[in-house]
């Protein structure tokens, strides 16, 4: 291994403090209370709904503040500044505590407001874009005060986006005092569902689970060609479900996989744009597919397991076409695979560790037997600390117990902060209408055109994707598009999961593309090559999303026989393969340009729901087949001569 990659791991810098002495203490106590909350709820119930978000609220902005300077990658200890900001915070959302019974009774709109009613929700506010502005840039902060302007000012933009007018009491009411705004539902499943998710996350980290996955894959893979690649998709894949972010999969996994597959003959590029595509899809894959499928569940008002169920298939689907292009580069370039002394056997490998996989084969159990997510992550978690015992090397201490409850915490923060920021411009949207608006906007440049309907909403979805994180981009999104997409004819939760693949191109799609940045940094390669190279790669995020509305992939929400969903399904899978060709122009060899146009031509047919395209794209993958062995018989006549 050469130096730099040695230094691999050092080279991601980390936006939050190094706090030392007391501060470090304080943070370390805050962080451990707020996962320990999170699990007594999880156990034993939720506290009333006011009293459960404000609390919530509190211990992320407390963090927020004390782990993230004013200014990104200063390691400057706390300052008066952040200690006022959480006095502000403490008192903003102390007085929703202290008037948990006023807030719970009230007749919203109706009853009078206090003085102190308007100067903490201002506050809040205040408070909330600073520390989004501090975990995660501009573009979400940028947002929300777009959103605010447009809400007290609207009334003067004439014609189709005018807003009705909006008083100050009226505000207050809707965004600060009810469940529509800031402790709306985004903040009540923050505080619950992802809370729970994330805690778990942090678990299965502390555990081992992510050197766990590599090492599975690379005994189920590692052999074949390009073997660390191949290893990457797969332990990424999972790692990535259960993480929720993509980004942050990067660096957790990529440190591993990305020197291995430079090592194996990978361009330092393909290197990082193959951990940048399969860490981001790890958020479609069941079982857990990240925070947003929370949301979802919230929005579209049917069972997680639903989600799942559906989403199982085109997951996979765009896995294994990720998969096949990690393939075509390894044969193309001749790659051999991983030696075997590097890889554990499968059994002994199950043997030693198979234990730390029981608590997520019981996550799947029990969701598939109806208990809540919130639940099941809560029994996950206990089930961790206790099969870890199995062997001295992966028990958890009190020590390593604190640790994860404290990594827990601390990785929510971002998250937290965001479902604030992300409630108020929801609640505008329903105090302007601008989402009904939104949507009518589409249908009318669509016109009502189904197709150009779906394009027009990727488009959006992409856009805020480059702003914002995959949870706050989906559920903009869904708000602005959904009711567009369901007004031409698509069911609800196929609207929702439309918006939420978009939603994860910009991660892996230039100009922004921070997840495959995030892997060209360890790299070492080109950024803008890196991200150009996953955008090849991960093209299944765009076009697999239109199969859900033109084909019976999720079968279970189609009125259709099994053997019409296999003839689907089939031809979807060799349309996505062929696709992978043309764009690699290999299979066993290079393919000349007469063989990609061939072979272009077929995928675009067997993609398109027609039967008849269908067997018209049969005909010219038959076409592709005849005139591919007629060059390779002409070559082998011609070598032999």
């Given amino acids: 291994m050469s130096q730099r990659e040695e230094k691999m791991p050092n080279i991601i810098k980390s936006p939050t403090r190094n706090l030392t002495g007391a501060w470090n ?183 081992g689970m992510g050197k766990l996955f590599i090492d599975l894959s690379n005994a189920l893979t590692g052999k074949q060609p390009g073997g660390p690649a191949k290893t990457a998709v797969i332990a990424s894949g999972m790692f990535g479900s259960i993480s929720g972010s993509g980004v942050a999969n990067v660096v957790t996994t990529g440190v591993f996989t990305i020197p291995a597959m430079k090592r194996a003959g990978y361009s330092p590029e393909e290197a990082g744009a193959v951990e940048a595509v399969a860490s981001c899809g790890g958020q479609l894959l069941p079982p857990v597919m990240g925070s947003a499928v929370f949301l979802m569940v919230s929005f579209v008002g049917i069972s997680y397991l639903e989600i799942v169920k559906v989403s199982i298939i085109p997951g996979l689907m765009y896995f294994a076409l990720v998969y096949l292009f990690v393939d075509l580069i390894a044969r193309r370039k001749g790659m051999k695979g991983i030696s075997q002394m590097e890889i554990i056997p499968l059994p002994k490998l199950l043997r030693e560790n198979g234990y730390l996989l029981v608590p997520i084969i019981a996550l799947v159990i029990l969701i598939v037997r109806g208990y809540t997510p919130f639940y099941a992550a809560f029994i996950c978690i206990v089930l961790m600390v206790l099969v870890s015992f199995f062997r001295r090397e992966t028990s958890f201490t009190l020590s390593k117990i604190m640790v994860a409850l404290e990594h827990g915490s601390k990785n929510m923060v971002a998250m937290g902060s965001a479902a604030g920021c992300v409630g108020i411009i929801m609640g505008i949207v329903t105090l302007t209408g601008v989402g009904v608006r939104m949507s009518s906007l589409i249908l009318r440049l669509s016109q009502h055109n189904l197709l150009l309907t779906i394009i027009l909403v990727a488009i959006i979805a992409y856009i805020l994707g480059m702003g914002l994180n995959v949870t706050s981009a989906y559920i903009i999104g869904s708000v602005l598009t959904a009711p567009a997409l369901v007004e031409v004819g698509v069911p609800l939760l196929v609207a929702h999961l439309l918006v939420f693949w978009f939603c994860q191109t910009s991660n892996v799609t230039p100009p922004v593309c921070m997840a495959a940045y995030a892997a060209s940094i360890i790299s070492g390669g080109n950024a803008m090559l890196t991200g150009l190279k996953s955008a090849k790669m991960s093209i299944g995020m765009i076009i697999i999303p239109f199969l859900f509305v033109y084909s019976p992939i999720i079968f279970t929400l189609h009125n259709t026989n099994l053997l019409e969903f296999l003839w689907f399904l089939i031809t979807s899978i060799l349309s996505l393969a062929l696709l992978a060709v043309t764009l690699e122009g290999f299979v066993t060899k290079h393919i000349k340009i007469i063989g990609r146009i061939l072979t272009g031509i077929a995928s675009l047919f067997l993609f398109l729901p027609n039967v008849y395209s269908k067997l018209f794209g049969l005909f010219v993958l038959l076409l592709f087949l005849l005139f591919y062995k007629k060059v390779t018989y002409i070559n082998k006549k011609y070598y032999i001569k």
């Fill in 25 to 207: 203490k304080i943070s370390k106590v805050i962080a451990i209370t707020m996962s320990l909350i999170a699990l007594y709820t999880a156990a034993f119930g939720t506290f009333p709904t006011y009293f459960q978000r404000s609390i919530h609220l509190i211990f992320v902005l407390v963090l927020t503040f004390l782990l993230y300077p004013f200014k990104r990658y200063e390691k400057d200890q706390v300052k008066i500044s952040d200690v006022i900001l959480i006095i502000f915070s403490l008192l903003s959302l102390g007085w929703v505590l202290i008037n948990n019974q006023r807030f719970t009774t009230r007749f919203a709109y109706v009853d009078p407001l206090h003085l102190l009613d308007y100067v903490f929700c201002i506050l809040l506010i205040l408070v909330l874009l600073e520390a989004n502005r501090r975990t995660m840039g501009w573009p979400l902060v940028m947002t929300t005060i777009v959103t605010i302007i447009y809400n007290f000012f609207g009334h003067y933009i004439p014609g189709y986006f005018s807003a009705p007018k909006c008083t100050l009491e009226y505000f207050t009411n809707h965004i600060y005092m009810s469940t529509e705004g800031i402790l709306g539902n985004v903040v009540g499943l923050s505080s619950t569902y992802i809370i729970m998710f994330v805690i778990f996350g942090a678990f299965v980290d502390s555990a």
